[in-house]
């Protein structure tokens, strides 16, 4: 498979985190009231991610693809920072 192209474990694996954890937000409850979901269940789906998690990165390092990867916004400030070195006495003369 190309990076363009996942697989289809990689598409299945995508759907099913992204169905568990829309679950999970759906279900969100504000503290102090009782969580609609048992116990059991929040940690059947927190195990469910973290087995998705560890396949994930399995298939990344098979694929030779890093997971260092993160989403940016565009007015992001990027990581390098340019420092304008100015000389006090360096200034170059025009030449006219």
């Known amino acids: 498979m190309t990076d363009q192209q996942p697989s289809k474990e ?4 995508r ?3 992204r169905a568990l954890t ?3 937000k759906d279900t969100f409850t504000k503290p102090g009231y ?3 979901l048992s116990d059991d269940t929040v940690e059947g789906i927190r195990q469910c991610l973290a ?3 560890a396949r994930e990165r399995e298939l990344n ?3 030779g693809r890093s997971m260092d990867a993160r989403p940016r916004f565009i007015d992001e400030p990027g990581s390098s920072v340019v420092v304008p070195l100015n000389i006090p006495g360096s200034k170059k003369k025009d030449p006219q």
């Open 34 to 36: 009782r969580h609609p």
């Open 61 to 63: 390092e098979a694929a």
């Open 10 to 13: 990689e598409r299945i694996l």
């Open 51 to 53: 087995l998705i998690s």
């Open 15 to 17: 759907a099913v985190k």
């Open 22 to 24: 829309d679950v999970a």
